[in-house]
C-alpha cells in the first residue's frame, strides 16, 4: 500500500514530441505529489508538483495530469527536446509520516 | 548556502572501514532527509529529521548504519564496517519543514572495494 509504481522503464521520444509518464499509488492518504528530473552525476531536481485537489497543473512544458479516483497521475512533456534526456521520479508524500515514496524512475532519451 | 551541499562527492574506502558523509542542508531548513540510491535505481529512505530529532529511523539498512545532525543544520551519516554492498550514491534533502517540497544535494559516491 505504501508503493508508487511508474511506468515505462524507459522511453524514447523523437525530438517535438510528447513524452508521457505514469505513476499509480494505493494510498489514499497521500496528500502531494511531485515529480523530479534527475541528470546523471546529480541529485533529482524538483520540476513540478500537485495537490489532490485539483486535477492539472502545468508549468511551462510540463504538465501534472491528475486523477484522484483512479489514483493515478502522470506527467506530460510537451514539445520534448534532447536537453529533457534524463531520468524522471515521480512521488508521493504520506502527511501521515512525511516520507517520500519515490516510483523506481523512467529513462528519458529524447532523440534530436 | 543557496543548494544542499555534501561532501566528499565521491568516496572510496576499503571494505571493514568506516565512512562519514555530510550534508549541509539549505539554510533555514528543518527538515532533513537521507536516501540511498543503487546505481540505476530508485531512491531509498534511510531517516529524516526534524530539527536535532529522527522521529524515523526505519530505513536504516542494519545497525551499522547512524546519522546525527547538530545545531539543527548540518548532517552525518556514519557507516561502520563498510560492506561492499554498502556502495551506492548517498543523497541528502531539505525542506522548510515536513510536508514542504524537498531539495537534493548532488550526493555522495561511495564505493567499498
Known amino acids: 500500500q505504501q508503493q508508487v509504481k511508474q511506468s515505462p522503464q524507459s522511453l524514447i521520444v523523437q525530438k517535438g514530441g510528447i513524452s508521457i509518464i505514469n505513476c499509480a499509488y494505493e494510498?489514499?492518504?497521500?496528500?502531494?505529489f511531485p515529480w523530479y528530473q534527475q541528470f546523471p552525476g546529480k541529485g533529482p531536481a524538483l520540476l513540478i508538483a500537485i495537490r489532490p485537489d485539483v486535477s492539472e497543473k502545468k508549468e511551462g512544458r510540463f504538465t501534472i495530469s491528475f486523477n484522484k479516483s483512479a489514483k493515478q497521475f502522470s506527467l506530460h512533456i510537451m514539445d520534448s527536446q534532447p536537453g529533457d534526456s534524463a531520468t524522471y521520479f515521480c512521488?508521493?508524500?504520506?502527511?501521515?509520516?512525511?516520507?517520500?515514496?519515490f516510483g523506481t524512475g523512467t529513462r528519458l532519451k529524447v532523440l534530436a | 548556502g543557496a543548494g544542499v551541499s555534501q561532501s566528499p562527492s565521491n568516496k572510496v574506502t576499503e571494505k571493514g572501514k568506516d565512512v562519514e558523509l555530510r550534508c549541509d542542508p539549505i539554510?533555514?531548513?528543518?527538515?532533513l532527509y537521507w536516501y540511498r540510491q543503487s546505481l540505476g535505481q530508485g531512491l531509498e529512505f534511510l531517516i529524516y529529521f526534524q530539527g536535532n530529532s529522527a522521529p524515523d529511523k526505519s530505513g536504516l539498512p542494519s545497525d551499522r548504519f547512524s546519522a546525527e545532525r547538530t545545531g539543527g543544520s548540518v548532517s552525518t551519516l556514519t557507516i561502520q564496517r563498510t560492506q561492499q554492498e554498502d556502495s551506492a550514491v548517498y543523497l541528502c534533502?531539505?525542506?522548510?519543514?515536513?510536508?514542504?517540497?524537498?531539495?537534493f544535494g548532488d550526493g555522495t559516491r561511495l564505493s567499498i572495494l
Open positions: 539554510s533555514g531548513h528543518t527538515a
Open positions: 512521488a508521493a508524500i504520506n502527511p501521515g509520516t512525511y516520507k517520500y515514496i
Open positions: 494510498n489514499t492518504a497521500f496528500d502531494y
Open positions: 534533502a531539505s525542506s522548510s519543514t515536513v510536508n514542504q517540497p524537498q531539495h
